[in-house]
């Protein structure tokens, strides 16, 4: 739904009144398998068009279920798997499918909640990825970071297809990581490798050509660029 707020600013003589209004998300759950292009009224009540998710409702997958990234214009604030306990839940990605998410979160104490993207499509995570054990299947597709402020990749796959770093993120990795493909660091990103081995086997771009930057300050941590790597500086 929506709520809106009124405030009057301003002195004597004069006022202002301003009027805001904001979407307040639903929370929409899935228990059967899912197309992300089927959830839409009147099944699922979501607070985008005819009843679709917006970047306000959060998402929540559980019983065993599976949802299947479809669209290129999927968003969500968050999307859970599993409903908590021993429950699992499941997100796939279909060639040239987009999911735009603020928070991916696992919600499990004990339940396989798989990322599959073995067919393609982009992860965007605009916030986090909380919580520990998912089962990432990452042999084709891309994982963006992106955003503004800093983000811990922790969470995230140990391997990646092809990961990039957009909006004004700096993103700073958790873990031992390898990218099997591409490392992108976009124009006004920093990639920060931390203490961590990293290998590259593809090629490693770093800015657009204004900016973007790739941190290597720790000694700890063995770094293996395999391919080309280039920087575009302007």
Same mark, same amino acid.
């Given at each position: /739904?929506?709520?809106?707020? &009124? ?7 004069? &006022? ?8 307040? /998300? ?55 798997? =599993?409903?908590? =306990? ?9 060639? /040239? ?109 770093? =800015? ?27």
């Amino acid at each position: /739904g929506t709520d809106t707020v &009124k405030a009057t600013v301003g002195g004597n003589p004069a &006022k202002n009144t301003v009027t805001v209004t904001y979407v307040i /998300g639903n929370t929409i759950t899935i228990s059967s398998n899912t197309k992300w292009s089927d959830i839409h009224l009147p099944t699922y009540n979501g607070t985008g068009p005819g009843g679709q998710p917006s970047a306000a409702d959060k998402i929540i997958i559980n019983s065993g279920s599976t949802v299947t990234v479809d669209v290129s214009s999927a968003v969500a604030n968050t999307v859970t798997l =599993g409903g908590g =306990g021993s429950s699992t839940g499941n997100l796939t990605f279909n060639s /040239g499918s987009i999911l735009n998410v603020y928070t991916l979160a696992k919600n499990t104490t004990s339940g396989t909640c798989n990322v599959n993207m073995s067919g393609g499509g982009i992860l965007i995570i605009t916030g986090s990825i909380t919580g520990t054990g998912f089962t990432w299947t990452t042999t084709k597709g891309s994982i963006n970071y992106s955003g503004a402020g800093s983000q811990s990749m922790t969470n995230g796959p140990a391997t990646y297809y092809d990961l990039a770093t957009t909006g004004t993120v700096t993103a700073t990795l958790g873990k031992n990581t390898t990218v099997s493909h591409n490392l992108t660091i976009s124009d006004g990103t920093t990639f920060n490798a931390a203490g961590y081995n990293l290998t590259v086997s593809g090629t490693t771009r770093v =800015g657009d050509g204004t900016s973007g930057t790739l941190t290597i300050s720790y000694t700890t941590g063995t770094k293996i660029f395999v391919g080309l790597v280039t920087i575009n500086n302007g």
